[in-house]
Protein backbone atom coordinates (compact mmCIF):
# COMPACT_ATOMS: atom_id res chain seq x y z
CA UNK A 1 0.00 0.00 0.00
CA UNK A 2 3.04 2.25 0.83
CA UNK A 3 5.24 3.40 -2.04
CA UNK A 4 7.17 6.60 -3.43
CA UNK A 5 6.95 9.58 -1.38
CA UNK A 6 4.44 7.96 1.20
CA UNK A 7 5.68 7.25 5.01
CA UNK A 8 5.26 3.79 7.12
CA UNK A 9 2.36 5.12 9.81
CA UNK A 10 5.76 4.23 12.00
CA UNK A 11 7.46 7.06 10.29
CA UNK A 12 4.54 9.25 10.00
CA UNK A 13 2.77 8.98 13.33
CA UNK A 14 5.93 9.66 15.15
CA UNK A 15 6.50 13.24 13.47
CA UNK A 16 3.05 13.97 14.26
CA UNK A 17 3.83 13.59 17.93
CA UNK A 18 7.05 15.49 17.65
CA UNK A 19 5.64 18.54 16.12
CA UNK A 20 2.61 18.34 18.43
CA UNK A 21 4.95 18.41 21.51
CA UNK A 22 7.10 20.86 19.75
CA UNK A 23 3.80 23.29 20.08
CA UNK A 24 2.41 25.95 17.41
CA UNK A 25 0.36 22.91 15.43
CA UNK A 26 -3.06 23.55 13.34
CA UNK A 27 -5.31 21.10 11.99
CA UNK A 28 -6.93 21.62 8.78
CA UNK A 29 -9.44 19.40 6.50
CA UNK A 30 -11.32 19.36 3.59
CA UNK A 31 -15.18 18.05 4.24
CA UNK A 32 -16.99 16.29 1.64
CA UNK A 33 -15.31 12.69 0.36
CA UNK A 34 -13.02 13.56 3.93
CA UNK A 35 -15.29 14.19 6.86
CA UNK A 36 -18.18 13.13 4.94
CA UNK A 37 -18.97 9.83 2.94
CA UNK A 38 -19.39 11.60 -1.05
CA UNK A 39 -23.07 11.16 -1.61
CA UNK A 40 -25.80 10.49 -4.40
CA UNK A 41 -26.24 14.73 -3.72
CA UNK A 42 -24.26 17.43 -1.10
CA UNK A 43 -27.50 17.45 0.69
CA UNK A 44 -27.58 13.85 2.00
CA UNK A 45 -23.94 14.01 3.62
CA UNK A 46 -23.62 13.53 7.27
CA UNK A 47 -20.27 13.88 9.25
CA UNK A 48 -20.14 10.26 11.67
CA UNK A 49 -20.85 11.18 15.08
CA UNK A 50 -17.15 9.84 15.80
CA UNK A 51 -14.97 12.65 13.68
CA UNK A 52 -17.51 15.35 14.88
CA UNK A 53 -16.54 14.31 18.70
CA UNK A 54 -12.74 14.09 17.74
CA UNK A 55 -12.46 17.52 16.34
CA UNK A 56 -14.26 18.81 18.88
CA UNK A 57 -11.78 17.20 21.48
CA UNK A 58 -9.26 18.53 19.22
CA UNK A 59 -10.57 22.19 19.78
CA UNK A 60 -11.14 21.82 23.04
CA UNK A 61 -8.04 20.60 23.96
CA UNK A 62 -6.06 23.99 23.41
CA UNK A 63 -3.18 22.04 22.45
CA UNK A 64 -3.84 22.97 18.42
CA UNK A 65 -3.41 26.48 17.66
CA UNK A 66 -5.86 26.34 14.82
CA UNK A 67 -8.79 24.05 13.49
CA UNK A 68 -10.29 24.80 10.48
CA UNK A 69 -12.08 23.62 7.39
CA UNK A 70 -11.57 24.60 3.93
CA UNK A 71 -14.31 23.14 1.91
CA UNK A 72 -16.12 23.65 -1.56
CA UNK A 73 -19.34 24.04 0.14
CA UNK A 74 -20.51 28.05 1.35
CA UNK A 75 -18.88 27.98 4.42
CA UNK A 76 -22.60 28.37 6.14
CA UNK A 77 -23.22 25.43 4.52
CA UNK A 78 -20.09 23.72 5.66
CA UNK A 79 -20.56 24.43 9.16
CA UNK A 80 -24.23 23.31 9.02
CA UNK A 81 -22.63 19.36 8.11
CA UNK A 82 -19.79 19.61 10.76
CA UNK A 83 -21.94 20.75 13.28
CA UNK A 84 -19.24 22.66 15.24
CA UNK A 85 -19.64 26.36 14.98
CA UNK A 86 -16.68 26.66 17.29
CA UNK A 87 -14.51 26.18 14.09
CA UNK A 88 -13.25 28.18 11.49
CA UNK A 89 -14.10 28.21 8.29
CA UNK A 90 -13.45 28.59 4.68
CA UNK A 91 -16.00 27.79 2.26
CA UNK A 92 -15.91 27.84 -1.84
CA UNK A 93 -12.45 26.90 -1.96
CA UNK A 94 -10.89 29.67 0.33
CA UNK A 95 -12.90 32.23 -1.83
CA UNK A 96 -15.12 33.10 1.96
CA UNK A 97 -14.56 33.30 5.38
CA UNK A 98 -16.60 32.00 8.61
CA UNK A 99 -14.80 33.18 11.84
CA UNK A 100 -15.38 30.74 15.01
CA UNK A 101 -19.09 31.41 16.20
CA UNK A 102 -19.58 34.04 13.80
CA UNK A 103 -22.97 34.40 11.73
CA UNK A 104 -22.02 36.15 8.23
CA UNK A 105 -18.99 34.51 5.97
CA UNK A 106 -16.48 37.61 4.67
CA UNK A 107 -15.99 36.74 0.88
CA UNK A 108 -12.41 37.62 -0.68
CA UNK A 109 -13.02 40.96 -2.41
CA UNK A 110 -11.71 40.02 -5.54
CA UNK A 111 -14.59 37.43 -6.04
CA UNK A 112 -17.38 39.73 -5.06
CA UNK A 113 -17.78 41.09 -8.90
CA UNK A 114 -18.07 37.90 -10.36
CA UNK A 115 -21.57 36.92 -8.91
CA UNK A 116 -23.22 38.04 -11.41
CA UNK A 117 -21.34 35.99 -14.10
CA UNK A 118 -21.01 32.89 -11.84
CA UNK A 119 -24.85 32.97 -11.86
CA UNK A 120 -25.48 33.54 -15.53
CA UNK A 121 -23.20 30.61 -16.44
CA UNK A 122 -24.93 28.85 -14.34
CA UNK A 123 -28.10 29.58 -15.53
CA UNK A 124 -26.99 29.18 -19.03
CA UNK A 125 -25.77 25.87 -18.10
CA UNK A 126 -28.76 24.56 -16.37
CA UNK A 127 -30.89 25.31 -19.58
CA UNK A 128 -28.62 23.92 -21.90
CA UNK A 129 -28.43 20.83 -20.70
CA UNK A 130 -31.58 20.42 -19.92
CA UNK A 131 -32.37 20.39 -23.51
CA UNK A 132 -30.72 18.35 -24.31
CA UNK A 133 -31.69 14.31 -25.58
CA UNK A 134 -31.68 11.92 -22.71
CA UNK A 135 -29.36 9.72 -23.94
CA UNK A 136 -26.64 11.92 -23.88
CA UNK A 137 -26.74 11.10 -20.08
CA UNK A 138 -27.06 7.32 -20.59
CA UNK A 139 -30.99 7.25 -20.24
CA UNK A 140 -32.57 4.89 -22.39
CA UNK A 141 -35.65 6.33 -24.68
CA UNK A 142 -37.77 4.41 -22.43
CA UNK A 143 -36.57 5.16 -19.25
CA UNK A 144 -38.51 7.36 -16.79
CA UNK A 145 -37.49 6.51 -13.35
CA UNK A 146 -35.68 8.69 -12.54
CA UNK A 147 -37.41 10.78 -15.37
CA UNK A 148 -33.85 12.41 -17.32
CA UNK A 149 -31.55 14.19 -16.72
CA UNK A 150 -33.83 17.01 -15.04
CA UNK A 151 -33.56 14.63 -11.72
CA UNK A 152 -30.45 13.44 -12.29
CA UNK A 153 -28.03 16.41 -12.51
CA UNK A 154 -28.20 18.56 -9.42
CA UNK A 155 -27.34 22.51 -9.82
CA UNK A 156 -25.66 24.36 -6.82
CA UNK A 157 -25.56 27.92 -6.33
CA UNK A 158 -22.66 29.12 -4.06
CA UNK A 159 -22.80 32.17 -4.55
CA UNK A 160 -19.12 33.00 -5.14
CA UNK A 161 -18.91 29.85 -7.04
CA UNK A 162 -21.24 26.92 -8.83
CA UNK A 163 -21.48 23.38 -9.70
CA UNK A 164 -22.96 20.66 -11.25
CA UNK A 165 -22.81 17.49 -10.01
CA UNK A 166 -23.96 14.55 -12.26
CA UNK A 167 -23.31 11.47 -10.21
CA UNK A 168 -26.67 10.79 -10.59
CA UNK A 169 -26.47 9.60 -14.34
CA UNK A 170 -26.70 6.14 -15.68
CA UNK A 171 -23.30 6.93 -17.86
CA UNK A 172 -21.27 9.13 -15.59
CA UNK A 173 -18.66 9.22 -18.40
CA UNK A 174 -20.99 10.33 -21.35
CA UNK A 175 -22.37 13.00 -18.73
CA UNK A 176 -19.42 14.77 -17.68
CA UNK A 177 -18.83 15.19 -21.77
CA UNK A 178 -22.28 17.10 -22.14
CA UNK A 179 -21.48 18.94 -18.72
CA UNK A 180 -18.14 20.69 -19.48
CA UNK A 181 -19.21 20.88 -23.27
CA UNK A 182 -22.08 23.16 -21.82
CA UNK A 183 -20.01 24.87 -19.12
CA UNK A 184 -17.29 25.77 -21.68
CA UNK A 185 -19.99 27.15 -23.74
CA UNK A 186 -21.50 28.96 -20.85
CA UNK A 187 -18.02 31.00 -19.62
CA UNK A 188 -16.88 31.50 -23.25
CA UNK A 189 -15.74 35.26 -23.02
CA UNK A 190 -16.36 35.73 -19.31
CA UNK A 191 -13.16 35.04 -17.94
CA UNK A 192 -14.40 32.60 -15.63
CA UNK A 193 -12.53 29.45 -14.60
CA UNK A 194 -13.72 25.88 -15.32
CA UNK A 195 -12.63 22.89 -12.69
CA UNK A 196 -13.50 19.98 -11.96
CA UNK A 197 -13.58 17.14 -8.95
CA UNK A 198 -14.85 13.73 -8.08
CA UNK A 199 -18.53 13.56 -10.55
CA UNK A 200 -18.43 17.38 -10.64
CA UNK A 201 -17.76 19.95 -12.66
CA UNK A 202 -17.56 24.27 -11.25
CA UNK A 203 -17.73 27.61 -12.69
CA UNK A 204 -15.09 29.60 -10.37
CA UNK A 205 -14.10 33.53 -10.61
CA UNK A 206 -11.10 34.03 -12.05
CA UNK A 207 -9.03 34.64 -9.22
CA UNK A 208 -5.36 33.12 -7.50
CA UNK A 209 -7.66 31.65 -4.66
CA UNK A 210 -7.50 27.86 -3.66
CA UNK A 211 -7.41 25.66 -0.70
CA UNK A 212 -3.69 25.71 -1.61
CA UNK A 213 -3.67 29.94 -1.10
CA UNK A 214 -5.87 29.57 1.83
CA UNK A 215 -4.04 27.38 3.74
CA UNK A 216 -0.67 29.00 2.79
CA UNK A 217 -2.57 32.68 4.28
CA UNK A 218 -4.08 30.90 7.59
CA UNK A 219 -0.57 29.12 8.32
CA UNK A 220 0.91 32.84 8.31
CA UNK A 221 -2.11 34.69 10.22
CA UNK A 222 -1.80 32.26 12.68
CA UNK A 223 2.06 31.69 13.33
CA UNK A 224 1.65 27.60 13.05
CA UNK A 225 5.25 26.07 12.94
CA UNK A 226 3.38 22.81 12.05
CA UNK A 227 0.37 21.92 9.80
CA UNK A 228 -2.03 18.78 8.94
CA UNK A 229 -4.13 19.07 6.15
CA UNK A 230 -6.61 16.10 4.95
CA UNK A 231 -7.89 15.73 1.37
CA UNK A 232 -9.21 13.37 -0.82
CA UNK A 233 -9.66 15.18 -3.88
CA UNK A 234 -8.06 16.71 -6.97
CA UNK A 235 -8.63 20.52 -5.49
CA UNK A 236 -7.24 19.58 -2.10
CA UNK A 237 -3.91 18.85 -3.87
CA UNK A 238 -3.54 22.77 -3.95
CA UNK A 239 -3.27 22.53 -0.20
CA UNK A 240 -0.86 19.65 -0.08
CA UNK A 241 1.60 21.93 -2.59
CA UNK A 242 0.78 24.83 -0.48
CA UNK A 243 2.40 22.57 2.97
CA UNK A 244 5.32 22.21 0.78
CA UNK A 245 5.68 25.88 -0.16
CA UNK A 246 5.79 26.62 3.16
CA UNK A 247 8.26 24.19 4.51
CA UNK A 248 10.64 25.60 2.04
CA UNK A 249 9.92 29.37 2.89
CA UNK A 250 10.66 28.78 6.91
CA UNK A 251 9.86 31.51 8.46
CA UNK A 252 9.10 29.96 11.92
CA UNK A 253 7.48 27.05 9.53
CA UNK A 254 8.51 23.48 10.32
CA UNK A 255 6.56 20.88 8.93
CA UNK A 256 3.39 19.99 6.70
CA UNK A 257 1.73 16.51 6.96
CA UNK A 258 -0.29 15.83 4.08
CA UNK A 259 -2.75 13.37 4.56
CA UNK A 260 -4.71 11.69 1.60
CA UNK A 261 -7.96 9.95 1.61
CA UNK A 262 -8.58 7.08 -0.28
CA UNK A 263 -11.29 6.17 -2.58
CA UNK A 264 -11.84 3.80 -5.70
CA UNK A 265 -12.27 7.46 -7.18
CA UNK A 266 -8.68 8.95 -6.08
CA UNK A 267 -7.60 11.34 -8.20
CA UNK A 268 -3.97 9.80 -9.30
CA UNK A 269 -2.58 13.35 -8.06
CA UNK A 270 -3.72 12.60 -4.37
CA UNK A 271 -1.37 9.79 -4.15
CA UNK A 272 1.50 11.27 -5.84
CA UNK A 273 1.10 14.29 -3.12
CA UNK A 274 0.39 12.75 0.09
CA UNK A 275 2.78 12.30 2.41
CA UNK A 276 0.62 9.75 4.12
CA UNK A 277 -2.75 7.65 2.82
CA UNK A 278 -6.26 6.35 5.28
CA UNK A 279 -9.26 4.31 4.22
CA UNK A 280 -11.52 6.90 3.55
CA UNK A 281 -13.69 8.57 6.47
CA UNK A 282 -13.61 5.29 8.94
CA UNK A 283 -9.14 6.12 8.09
CA UNK A 284 -9.88 9.89 9.03
CA UNK A 285 -12.02 9.28 11.94
CA UNK A 286 -9.31 6.83 13.48
CA UNK A 287 -6.66 9.62 12.45
CA UNK A 288 -8.25 11.83 13.95
CA UNK A 289 -9.61 9.78 17.14
CA UNK A 290 -6.17 8.39 17.84
CA UNK A 291 -4.91 12.45 17.51
CA UNK A 292 -7.28 13.81 19.87
CA UNK A 293 -5.96 10.96 22.50
CA UNK A 294 -2.81 12.54 22.39
CA UNK A 295 -3.55 15.78 23.32
Request: charged share 20%; with cysteine.
Amino acid sequence: MLDGNLKTPTQFYREILEALQAGGMGLTSDIDGTLSPIAASPSESFVPEGVRTALAKLHASGKLKLVAMISGRSPIDGRRLVGLPQLFYLGNHGMEALEPNRDNPVPAPPVVRYKPLVAAALDFTRHKLLALPADHFGFSGESTTPPGQEAALLFEDKGLTASIHYRLCPNPVLARQAVVSAVQEACTNTGLIISEGRMVVEIRPPVEINKGTALYDLSRQYGLKSLVFLGDDLTDVDAFLALRKLEQEGGGFQKGFAIGVKSPEMNPKVHESADFLVDGVPGVQAFLTWLAEQV
